[in-house]
Nanobody, 124 residues
Framework: QLRLVESGGDLVQPGGSLRLSCIAS???????LAWFRQAPGKEREGVAC????????IYADSVKGRVTISKDNVKNTAYLEMNNLQPDDSAVYYC??????????????????WGPGTPVTVSA
């Protein structure tokens, strides 16, 4: 069974940094992965994604330059490094797998096997 579990969410002050982790129950080397977020009252939106080999990444315009996605195939863990966090970044963050393994993009409906999410709150 393909299972993902996120961790690392926290309360952080504006301008602060966080590193989120997404642990996979299966060999992550065979999969690309994406991070999404959902704020209260808003739709779930794509944040960043990475290809199977890790050689291609895509970022949402809202986080470009502040966020880095990566994956460690030895630890079967993907990461989302976030810097200069702002209140608008507050949301529950999820990781998910593309339904079609070759897909590299931020389409919500193109992903499945969602983790339970980890909350990020940016507030003074």
């Amino acid at each position: 069974q393909l299972r993902l579990v996120e961790s690392g969410g926290d309360l952080v002050q504006p301008g602060g940094s966080l590193r989120l982790s997404c642990i996979a129950s299966f060999p992550l080397e065979y999969y690309g992965l994406a991070w999404f977020r959902q704020a209260p009252g808003k739709e779930r939106e794509g944040v960043a994604c990475i290809s199977i080999k890790g050689d291609r990444t895509i970022y949402a315009d809202s986080v470009k330059g502040r966020v880095t996605i990566s994956k460690d195939n030895v630890k079967n863990t993907a990461y989302l490094e976030m810097n200069n966090l702002q209140p608008d970044d507050s949301a529950v963050y999820y990781c998910a797998l593309p339904i079609y393994t070759d897909y590299v993009g931020l389409g919500r409906h193109q992903h499945d096997h969602w983790g339970p999410g980890t909350p990020v709150t940016v507030s003074a």
